[in-house]
């Protein structure tokens, strides 16, 4: 392939401009063409297409968020909208795309795979909830950005003998809270993956500890465990007589420099996925496993599953008690 284009898509996520640096700048250093798609597959279907060139992408891999912009294109999942990504393609003599994105990003890679696009993802999401990588680009940074914020918040539930119920992103997944609720030493982590009991998990568990004098608390909620969080925090309040505040992180979670793993691991990947299209391998989805750079056929990748690390789930519930 000589020509190719890069894109970012559906939610941001820091460590994404890493690696749209390294995808074009290890195109440019192997002779080929590359196009900043704008606006993810929105930016396919317009032709919203710049060339890029080792220069436009300075200055970029300690920044937050996408310099290329980013989509959820509702068009892009109709057939008219990507036949139009495709003339796009054509006309612009792109041989191939790299996809920085979550799940539904690579489920439009695959889509257009099929119809002899050859794309390449790379896992770009915080809530690292991509099936064949244990890690994915931002994840990191958002953990860090989330064990400060409730380092803050408990800096005050302390001085008021509070209990401080958190909720933290992860649209389906509970690894952010899991692993920040371990960082944070939150005293309940709710997760979707894991049913939960908001009586035995939470009150009596608050109630256990304390008789050991305990007096503030965390409580680290997934936002997708969909809990009315008012309701709790009252209820919380109602069952221990400990006054409750609750606080959604939201969007600060998303944004921020990028940490040292995930500029490192968005550059190996998006390194890895241009030497993929380089030698004319498409349809694949670059993962991160055990710090390895590994990459799967993109139909296998969006049909594996991921389990939540019980072992992981159980140090936290022996531990921060
Ligand atoms: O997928 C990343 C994510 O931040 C989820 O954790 C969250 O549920 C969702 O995106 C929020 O999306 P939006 O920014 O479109 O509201």
Redesign the pocket.
Same mark, same amino acid.
């Given at each position: 392939m000589k020509t190719i284009a890069v894109l970012t898509s559906?939610?941001d996520?820091p460590g994404m401009n890493a690696a749209v640096r390294a995808v074009v700048r290890t195109a440019c250093e192997n002779g080929m063409k590359v196009y900043g798609v704008i606006r993810g597959y929105n930016g396919l279907i317009n032709g919203d297409f710049v060339e890029m060139d080792l220069r436009s992408v300075s200055d970029i891999i300690n920044r937050g968020g996408t310099i290329l912009y980013s989509a &959820?294109s509702a068009e892009f999942a109709t057939e008219e909208g990507m036949q139009k990504a495709i003339d796009q393609c054509h006309k612009w003599g792109i041989e191939g795309v790299v996809v920085i994105g979550?799940d539904g990003s690579f489920r439009g890679a695959r889509d257009l795979s099929e119809r002899g696009i050859p794309c390449v993802g790379v896992p770009g999401?915080?809530?690292n909830?991509i099936a064949c990588c244990d890690y994915t680009i931002g994840y990191d940074t958002c953990l860090n950005t989330i064990m400060d914020m409730v380092d803050r918040i408990r800096d005050t539930s302390e001085s008021h003998d509070r209990c401080s119920i958190v909720e933290v992103?992860? &649209? &389906?997944?509970g690894y952010?809270a899991l692993n920040a609720g371990i960082a944070c030493g939150a005293t309940s982590i709710l997760i979707p993956e894991v049913p939960f009991d908001i009586e035995k998990h939470v009150i009596e568990r608050m109630k256990k500890t304390q008789k050991t004098d305990k007096k503030h608390f965390i409580i680290i909620v997934a936002?997708?465990c969909g809990i009315d969080l008012e309701k709790l925090t009252k209820e919380i309040q109602e069952k221990t007589g400990v006054e409750s505040r609750y606080t959604i992180l939201g969007?600060v979670? &998303?944004g921020g420099y990028a940490t040292v793993k995930d500029r490192v691991m968005a550059t190996r990947m998006g390194n890895y996925a241009v030497k993929l299209l380089m030698n004319n391998i498409g349809n694949r989805v670059v993962a991160a496993q055990k710090e390895e750079v590994v990459d799967y056929d993109i139909f296998e990748a969006l049909n594996m599953t991921k389990s939540i690390d019980m072992d992981l789930y159980n140090v936290a519930h022996e531990v921060s008690i």
């Open positions: 559906g939610g996520a &959820r979550g999401t915080i809530d909830d992103m992860g &649209r &389906r997944a952010l936002e997708g969007h979670q &998303r």
